[in-house]
Each structure stands twice: as structure tokens, then as C-alpha cells.
């Protein structure tokens, strides 16, 4: 873990934000948090802008999930592990959607015990009024930041991704 220099009266723009007087204790610290921090405000916007909408984060990311799998739909298991943000309670919020008439779901006829998810004509028609605005939204939450940069981004966070899969919840190492 490298340390932040001793004696350094640089206030970093994390810090001044959170009107922290004391440095962070490592530059890992400091990226960790903002990272958190970032994500914070931009789901906050979305979560917003997602309400005119009727939808919270979770169902919209659900909703999406559902009109990629097609048809057929997807096993709740397999909708959990796709979603952007986990979600402990799937099945809470299928009933939320299917009360709404955005999803339906059925039991597989092989095994009763798996429960498929499926988009109805309502979802498909709801994400496809959002589908323009949800695009126009997300670039203009990041049009101050280039294209190369946006791409450096991606590949950084992507590299922060596969080093926090090597961490089980526990904080230990696989």
C-alpha cells in the first residue's frame, strides 16, 4: 500500500469535499473513496431521473436484463447474477414489476422449483420510451470528459474490478 508523503499540504478534491482536515493514509484509501464517492452522485442522479419514470435503479437494470434474455426469460438466479448492483431479494422485486404488468413469471416445467422471469409487451414498451433519454441522460452526465479519457476509465475501473473479484466478502483472499 503506498503512503501518502508525510508533510504534504496538498489537499487533494476528495478531501476538500468532505471538509476532511486529515490526509488520507494511502493514495488506495483515497482512490477507494472517491471511487465510492463518485458512484454515489451518479446513481443519486439516475435514481432521480429514473423516478419520473415510476422505475428505481434496481428494476430499470432488472427490466434491461429481461428484454436482453429475450422471450424465453432467465431464471431469477441468473437475473441476480447479472445485475449492476446486487440485490439480495430478486424475488421482492420481480412481485414489484409483476404487480405493475412489466413482468410475468413461471415455473420451469422441468424442475418447479426455478422460477424464470420474463418481460411482458408493457416492459418492452416502457423501456423503449426511456430507451433515447436514458442515452441523452448518461451523455450529458459525463460530456465534460473526452472520449480518451472515458476509455481510460474503463479500462482502470476494469482493472479495479478483477483485482476486487480476487475477495471474498469476508475481506480475505481467494
Request: aromatic share 4%.
Amino acid at each position: 500500500m503506498s503512503r501518502v508523503p508525510q508533510g504534504s499540504s496538498q489537499v487533494s478534491g476528495l478531501q476538500a469535499e468532505l471538509k476532511q482536515t486529515i490526509p488520507f493514509t494511502s493514495r488506495e484509501q483515497e482512490a477507494y473513496l472517491s471511487l465510492l464517492r463518485t458512484a454515489d452522485a451518479l446513481e443519486a442522479q439516475v435514481e432521480s431521473w429514473l423516478r419520473t419514470f415510476g422505475l428505481t435503479g434496481t428494476q430499470y437494470n432488472a427490466l434491461r436484463i429481461l428484454r436482453g434474455a429475450g422471450p424465453e426469460g432467465l431464471p431469477c438466479r441468473e437475473i441476480a447474477g447479472r445485475m449492476i448492483t446486487h440485490d439480495p431479494d430478486i424475488t421482492r422485486l420481480l412481485n414489484r414489476l409483476e404487480t405493475r404488468g412489466l413482468v410475468v413469471r413461471t415455473r420451469d416445467r422441468h424442475d418447479r422449483r426455478v422460477i424464470f422471469g420474463k418481460i411482458t409487451t408493457p416492459g418492452l414498451k416502457l423501456l423503449r420510451s426511456m430507451d433515447a433519454p436514458i442515452e441523452k441522460h448518461a451523455r450529458e452526465m459525463l460530456q465534460h470528459v473526452a472520449q480518451e479519457k472515458l476509455q481510460h476509465l474503463i479500462e482502470l475501473l476494469e482493472l479495479v474490478r478483477s483485482g476486487a473479484s480476487n475477495y471474498r466478502s469476508d475481506g480475505r483472499a481467494d
